[in-house]
C-alpha cells in the first residue's frame, strides 16, 4: 500500500509566478490536510479537505491560496502570485474516517518550494 | 485555544541511556495527543497516539508515552537510545469534540543520541 504521495520534491518559483502542489492520499483515505511547515518552525495546519468539500480552511491565507480534493484525481494547493515569504515546505497528510476524528494522519515527503 | 509547548528545543542523551522529550498541551475539551518523528528532508511518521484509556501508550521503535491529565502532559520515553533514534520529534493535540481534524503542532524537540 502505497503511502501518502506528493510532488513535485522540490519547486523553484519566481516571484509572481504560480505555485501548484499536488498530493496523492493513502489507497482508502477520503481525508485531506495541508500543513506548511516554515524554516526552524514547526507545522501549522492550512486546509482539511473531503472529496469535493473543503470542510475547515480555518489556516489558509485570505489571498492568493486555495485548495481543492475533486472527486477523481489528487488534492491540489495552488498558489498564485507567489511571494519570498511562501518559501517553506509544504506536506500533506491523509487519514480514514473513523467517524470519531481520532484516526492518525499519514504524511507525504513534503514539496519544499523555493521563491526567488 | 489550543496549544502545543516542547520546552526543549534540544535534548541529548548517550546511547543505552533513557529519553525523555517533554510535551504539555492546552484544549477545551478532552484531547487526542500524538507524537511523530522527523528525519531531515523527509515528511513525519507517525509514531503513537493517545485517545482514551489507558495512561502509558506504546508506540513504534520502543517508543511510549504517558498521559497526565492533572499535568495536562504527553512526554515521549523510550528505555534506552539508539544513535538512529536522533531527529526532530513533534508533539501534537486536536480537541476530541471539535468538528475538524485538523492537528495543533509544537515547536519540535531536536533528539541528539551520542554514541
Known amino acids: 500500500n502505497a503511502g501518502v504521495m506528493q510532488n513535485p520534491r522540490h519547486l523553484v518559483r519566481r516571484r509572481g509566478q504560480e505555485a501548484r502542489l499536488r498530493c496523492s492520499p493513502m489507497?482508502?483515505?477520503?481525508?485531506v490536510y495541508w500543513y506548511r511547515q516554515l524554516p526552524e518552525e514547526g507545522l501549522k495546519f492550512m486546509v482539511y479537505?473531503?472529496?469535493?468539500?473543503?470542510?475547515?480552511e480555518s489556516g489558509m491565507p485570505k489571498e492568493r491560496f486555495s485548495a481543492e480534493f475533486p472527486k477523481e484525481g489528487p488534492s491540489i494547493l495552488r498558489i498564485q502570485q507567489v511571494v519570498r515569504g511562501d518559501s517553506a515546505a509544504y506536506f500533506c497528510?491523509?487519514?480514514?474516517?473513523?467517524?470519531?476524528?481520532?484516526?492518525?494522519?499519514?504524511f507525504g515527503p513534503g514539496t519544499r518550494l523555493t521563491v526567488t | 485555544a489550543q496549544s502545543v509547548a516542547q520546552p526543549e528545543d534540544q535534548v541529548n542523551v548517550a546511547e543505552g541511556n533513557p529519553l525523555t522529550v517533554k510535551c504539555t498541551y492546552s484544549?477545551?475539551?478532552?484531547?487526542?495527543l500524538f507524537w511523530y518523528v522527523q528525519y531531515p528532508n523527509r515528511g513525519l511518521q507517525f509514531l503513537l497516539k493517545?485517545?482514551?484509556?489507558?495512561?502509558l501508550v506504546k508506540g513504534s521503535y520502543g517508543f511510549e508515552a504517558e498521559f497526565n491529565k492533572s499535568q495536562t502532559s504527553f512526554h515521549l520515553k523510550k528505555p534506552s537510545a539508539l544513535v538512529s533514534d536522533s531527529a526532530l520529534y513533534f508533539c501534537?493535540?486536536?480537541?476530541?469534540?471539535?468538528?475538524?481534524?485538523?492537528?495543533?503542532f509544537g515547536q519540535g524537540t531536536t533528539l541528539q543520541v551520542k554514541p
Open positions: 497528510a491523509s487519514s480514514l474516517f473513523t467517524g470519531t476524528g481520532d484516526g492518525e494522519q499519514y
Open positions: 489507497k482508502g483515505h477520503s481525508h
Open positions: 479537505l473531503q472529496k469535493e468539500n473543503i470542510i475547515d
Open positions: 484544549v477545551s475539551g478532552n484531547p487526542y
Open positions: 493517545y485517545i482514551t484509556g489507558d495512561n
Open positions: 501534537a493535540v486536536r480537541d476530541a469534540g471539535g468538528n475538524t481534524g485538523k492537528l495543533i
